[in-house]
């Protein structure tokens, strides 16, 4: 009977120092994971609710940054270890059970009830600790990161976990605490993290796949804003307005956002993967502000909470966007970080000074906006990564070989960004 038990036990490897480190893709168990994160998403939407103010959308942002932790604690632990066996499956499973408890306990959240978060943020992230430890256990080139993640990530849970004893806002003081400790061990980490790499094929694609839900949020919420009204002139083109701006970001970010900057540097890999909250968070303010939009579109003016959801968020993309480039283009601080943070300080602008608009107006016009910097980077896109391939080549030049620029292309491991 072990005998046949046995061969569903796989232990954790390292995949990146055996001999697995070249193309990777996502497996089906992390996309079946990725289902309760959809969840957790909507519900942070959802619950902003049809008075959009500066208390909800803060809201927003602050349970989104312990639900992308969460994410990033299963996907990191199976791009380095997974094998995908019994015990993997059925932690993973566990976890996913513990998401859906911390979606459900969302609208709660939003009316102050907070200990059901934090008692199911504590059990996901014990799930993840406890998969770690299993990597300890048989990974001893993996000690001297797990050595500091364990402990780390311990703390931060049992700090939350307490965190229910206490009344806000003492409560988000340890909240804060514990996230400053989660997201703050890795980034002092980067040597220890040398030795146990990552995917670059694996990471971008997850995180991409991420990006991609909260996309389909955005589009839910014009499928949700237009159920909830009588269809008009009005709220047919705010709707159509709304998904061409997320179409516009979509185009944006997957043409010319390049995911190369994972092999440049740890550094580099970490601000990727970090610059990722706010362009989430931005999306997902996005997708509010349009329902919000589409709901308002018969009004003379636009909800100052649903300017600023959609403009706002528009902002926090394209702010995230240009840090990317920032630390993925060799030449600095060039055109494409240039418009993209002028997108940003015009999409400021105009939350702060159009809400006086017509819903129809004001959405136009944040769509106009995005439409433009989409045209921008078409036309100039090409001579601008000429002049890039240029600048390598004089590099490679002077000074030998270095790391391709192409997007798709995948250096050893050692070159690898993490977490």
């Not at 185009?251 to 993967?273: C, E, K, M, N, P």
């Not at 006086?356 to 001579?383: D, K, N, Q, R, S």
């Amino acid at each position: 009977m072990l005998s046949r038990l046995a061969r569903f036990v796989d232990p954790p490897r390292l995949r990146t120092l055996e001999g697995d480190g070249g193309e990777r893709r996502a497996t089906w168990l992390e996309l079946f994971l990725d289902l309760v994160f959809v969840v957790a998403i909507a519900q942070l939407s959802s619950g902003v609710g049809d008075e959009a103010g500066a208390r909800q959308l803060a809201i927003l942002a602050g349970l989104f940054v312990p639900i992308w932790w969460a994410w990033v604690g299963f996907t990191f632990y199976a791009d380095r270890f997974d094998t995908d066996d019994g015990p993997h499956r059925l932690l993973v499973f566990l976890g996913m059970f513990a998401v859906a408890g911390l979606a459900s306990t969302i609208p709660e959240a939003y009316e102050g009830n907070t200990a059901g978060f934090a008692v199911a943020y504590a059990m996901t992230r014990l799930v993840v600790i406890v998969l770690n430890a299993r990597a300890w256990l048989h990974l001893p080139a993996a000690r001297p990161l797990l050595n500091v993640y364990i402990p780390a990530f311990t703390a931060s849970a049992v700090l939350f976990a307490l965190s229910v004893l206490v009344d806000p806002p003492l409560r988000y003081v340890l909240w804060t605490v514990a996230l400053a400790i989660d997201l703050g061990t890795p980034l002092l980490s980067a040597e220890r993290i040398r030795a146990v790499p990552i995917h670059t094929s694996h990471i971008p694609e997850r995180v991409g796949l991420l990006t991609i839900i909260v996309f389909g949020e955005t589009v839910l919420a014009v499928v949700i804003g237009v159920d909830t009204v009588t269809w008009t002139w009005d709220s047919g083109l705010v709707a159509a307005l709304g998904f061409a701006t997320a179409a516009a970001i979509w185009w944006l970010y997957f043409d010319f956002l390049d995911t190369g900057v994972v092999q440049r540097s740890i550094l580099a890999g970490q601000v990727y993967l970090f610059a990722h909250l706010p362009l989430l968070i931005g999306l997902t303010d996005l997708g509010v502000g349009v329902k919000l939009a589409i709901k308002a579109s018969g009004d003379s003016g636009m909800p100052a909470g649903a300017a600023w959801a959609m403009a706002g968020g528009v902002a926090l993309v394209l702010a995230a966007m240009a840090v990317i480039t920032l630390v993925t283009d060799p030449a600095g601080l060039d055109s494409d970080v240039a418009v993209r943070l002028g997108g940003a300080i015009v999409a400021i602008g105009i939350a702060a000074f159009a809400t006086g608009l017509w819903p129809v107006a004001f959405t136009a016009l944040v769509a106009a906006l995005i439409v433009c910097l989409l045209v921008v980077e078409l036309v100039g896109h090409e001579a601008h990564m000429g002049s890039d391939l240029e600048l390598v080549g004089d590099e490679v030049d002077r000074e030998g070989p270095s790391i391709p620029m192409d997007s798709h292309a995948h250096p050893s491991t050692d070159q690898v960004a993490d977490h």
